[in-house]
């Protein structure tokens, strides 16, 4: 069957195993390193469509498993897709379902074929495989597609790690036969826990079932910090220099800088989100809690150095007031700093790849928040 793919990655600069690379898409293109503000339901929470866009996003996640369940695909495929829909216009990557089925613990039944489970929404027995999670993408019109598998969890045995990780090679080979034609990117997912045989064996496995770009999945499970920065310091770089490579699920600001200097190209999080909504504001010296009260008083703006709306128009003890209310704006105000402050980590890293002063930058940037630069192996 031929196929063209219509995601193409160029790779421009490399600074050490960090990369400096361009996707570009007939919706847009997207510098790497990337960082993609996730949209559970078709919205990034607190977002409006053109905020997002002006915070310099150029590509957002969307999740297949919530919009399969409401509002379902048929009412998405009236509006001719997601994209359409929710009123965005740049590239949309959707999770394959896979993480939030697994993530129901008790109220799902693993087998070959795929997993049975009680739907969140109604309590309705649902069932999604590979086939299932494919056309659902497809429904949806994704720029990127994620394949269907098994997210391991942690801590786990030698052999649980294997049996699952195998589950989700058979499960990759299902969802490339399944997603046939469809020129959206499809990427493959490592996963083996943390197990280096197991990894290597996951990697080699889908480099041969041939994907259009693959992702790390299974960190960001609860495993120590430790453990992750064990995986990246080998997984990255042996996967093809050609292709994207995507960390899921991760992180704080320092796992992304982390995951850079290791060859990652693209990142999603709902720390930044979630975190703004709880008043947690990221900042080049950490993170200020805005709602604590020695802020009620504060005129200056939450970050001088950030050229966000929020920062550019409003004050502490404005943001501490909205936060002390419940008031909408507050999360909204909140989102936009967050968002912009992990757009304009990504393009520092970027600009420092495409300079060679990765390492100067890295320095500088644990500086600011009075902490050691950790070690790469």
């Not at 490339?176 to 493959?188: E, I, M, V, Y």
Request: net charge neutral; glycine share 10%; hydrophobic share 40%.
């Amino acid at each position: 069957m031929s196929r063209t793919c219509r995601m193409s990655f160029e790779l421009l600069a490399t600074d050490g195993k960090a990369r400096r690379g361009r996707l570009t898409f007939p919706r847009g293109t997207v510098e790497t390193p990337a960082f993609m503000p996730v949209g559970t339901y078709g919205t990034v929470k607190g977002m409006l469509p053109r905020d997002i866009e002006a915070i310099g996003a150029e590509i957002i996640l969307g999740n297949t498993f919530h919009l399969w369940l409401r509002p379902g695909t048929e009412v998405i495929k009236k509006h001719n897709g997601l994209h359409d829909f929710m009123q965005w216009k740049g590239p949309i990557l959707t999770d394959s379902g896979g993480f939030q089925v697994f993530s129901l613990g008790a109220m799902r039944k693993i087998k070959e074929e795929g997993v049975t489970f009680a739907s969140p929404v109604d309590g309705s027995k649902v069932f999604m495989g590979p086939e299932e999670s494919m056309q659902v993408q497809r429904d949806l019109g994704s720029d990127i597609v994620m394949i269907f598998d098994e997210c391991t969890p942690y801590p786990a045995e030698h052999d649980v790690a294997r049996t699952s990780m195998e589950l989700s090679l058979r499960w990759a080979q299902r969802s490339k036969n399944a997603h046939g034609d469809n020129t959206a990117a499809l990427f493959g997912i490592v996963q083996g826990g943390m197990y280096q045989d197991l990894r290597m064996r996951s990697l080699e496995a889908l480099v041969n079932i041939d994907f259009d770009g693959l992702a790390i999945g299974g960190l960001s499970v609860g495993e120590p910090k430790h453990e992750m920065i064990k995986v990246l310091d080998y997984l990255p770089a042996q996967m093809p220099a050609d292709k994207p490579r995507y960390l899921m699920g991760v992180g704080k600001p320092e796992d992304l800088v982390e995951g850079v200097r290791r060859g990652v190209d693209m990142f999603d999080c709902v720390m930044p989100t979630r975190n703004a909504r709880n008043g947690h504001l990221f900042v080049d010296t950490g993170v200020i809690k805005i709602r604590n009260a020695f802020h009620r008083h504060d005129d200056s703006p939450l970050d001088p150095t950030c050229d966000c709306y929020t920062c550019t128009n409003f004050s502490r003890a404005y943001l501490h007031h909205l936060d002390k209310c419940g008031e909408m704006l507050s999360s909204m105000l909140n989102t936009i700093h967050n968002l912009r402050h992990y757009q304009r980590l990504m393009a520092g890293l970027r600009e420092a790849i495409q300079q060679g002063k990765l390492a100067a930058f890295v320095d500088a940037f644990y500086a600011k928040r009075g902490l050691p630069v950790p070690p790469l192996d």
